[in-house]
């Protein structure tokens, strides 16, 4: 196990206000401007939004790489590891926000987070670019202000939201599968809740009213994978972060994830991944 110093950090909002642009106790905004580089992967416990106008480079998000490009939005939620290199001449716009605002107008966000989570990044159209950059500059604009109001700020951040969600909604098809099919949507925020103490179809499926069998059907005729594979994809992506962030054994990793034997954990980890989760570590 490495030490607990050779984790990857936990950075708190207040780590960047010396670079902010404008901001107050629970947002910041930030310009973007040239050739940025995190060497070393971090977490936050703030969520982070990101608007490139014009970049290029790659930015590690949980582990996978998205090559930035012009006119997209990332999206970061509390808890997930990332690191970037950024090239010269890029440029962007940065929201980052306390747990604590993030949920006034998380209901904004139509889908999962975990949907966001495990697509990040999204390519936006011009007119949903230039809609999104005057909510960032108008918000940037209200921080500036002698006396900031937070409703109107809550209220473009909202507006930030619904837009982001509506690309999503046209860039992943499984965003309209989720929208098409509400025991789906209700499945995926069940797993969210629940994933380290239930790990078995038939929980769920009782909680949605139907049988695990019924519930199998619909994933696999809607999302082309089994309930169970989507229940034990997010365990994955949860055993990951554990395994980077924390200085947690093997051990504890699986107690922490509702594994009683840390050898069966090993196991499904292995066979999700293909890595042991000491291999995994390692190679960090």
Known sequence: MKKESSMIPVLNIREFRNGQDAGRDELLFNYLHGEKHIEKPHKHDFF??????????????????????????????????????????????????????????????????TNYQNHPVITLPADSFHLLLHEFTAIREELKSSNPLRQLITARSAVIAAIVSKEAEKTFTEFKVYQSNPRLTKFNMLIDEHFKEQKFVAFYAEQLHISANYLNILCRRNLKISATELIQQRVCLEA??????????????????GFRDHAYFSNFFKNQTGLSPSDFREQL
């Open 48 to 113: 982070v939004i990101i608007l490139f106008e014009k970049a290029k480079g790659i930015h590690t998000i949980d582990s996978v790489d998205y090559h930035i490009g012009n006119r997209q939005i990332h999206i970061l939620f509390p808890g997930q590891v990332h690191n970037w290199h950024i090239k010269p001449k890029s440029s962007g716009y940065q929201l980052m926000m306390e747990s604590s605002f993030l949920e006034q107008f998380a209901p904004y966000f139509r889908f999962s987070f």
């Open 240 to 257: 990951k972060r554990l395994l980077q962030t924390t200085g947690f054994t093997i051990k504890e990793t699986a107690f922490e994830l």
